[in-house]
């Protein structure tokens, strides 16, 4: 059996990311997820914590950046699919480069947003090779893809 690696890179104040797990595990498919660190926290002070405080608060982000983005690019390039999810009440500059990223790779790119973003996310959408609304439209993508079933 192969097992396909998914990163679920995008937003995280939902839980799609579980739904989209728990429902490729009920339908039995060989997925391994990966993910960015989702505790905001964390991932916004990672690199104070690590390599030193920083008094100008761009210093401080931009440290926790570059730690992120050895995550981040790394399990981006070991994906065989990457799922990016756009949330309603953000904008999630993050995830529009993690998908220009696995555009620019090739890597197969599943794009989630609702309807009402059609518009603004029009150039992410055209580099996709799927546009789902839900995480169940996920699960139901990945189980075909995957195991070549409906």
């Not at 926290?41 to 401080?60: K, M, N, Q, T, Y």
């Not at 981040?72 to 500059?93: H, M, N």
């Not at 998908?99 to 959408?125: C, F, N, Q, W």
């Amino acid at each position: 059996m192969t097992f396909w690696t998914v990163y679920l890179s995008g937003e995280i104040h939902t839980d799609w990311r579980e739904e989209i797990q728990q429902g490729a595990e009920a339908a039995g498919l060989a997925v391994e997820f990966t993910a960015p660190v989702t505790d905001h926290g964390a991932s916004d002070d990672c690199g104070v914590e690590i390599l030193g405080r920083e008094d100008d608060p761009f210093w401080h982000d931009h440290k926790g950046a570059k730690l992120n983005a050895i995550r981040t690019r790394t399990l981006i390039e070991q994906a065989d699919i990457v799922v990016v999810r756009f949330g309603d009440k953000y904008k999630q500059w993050n995830a529009a480069f993690d998908a220009g990223y696995a555009a620019a790779l090739g890597t197969p790119l599943v794009v989630i947003h609702p309807a009402e973003h059609r518009h603004a996310l029009k150039e992410v959408d055209a580099a996709a090779l799927a546009v789902a609304e839900t995480p169940a439209e996920v699960v139901r993508l990945l189980k075909y893809v995957i195991d070549g079933t409906l």
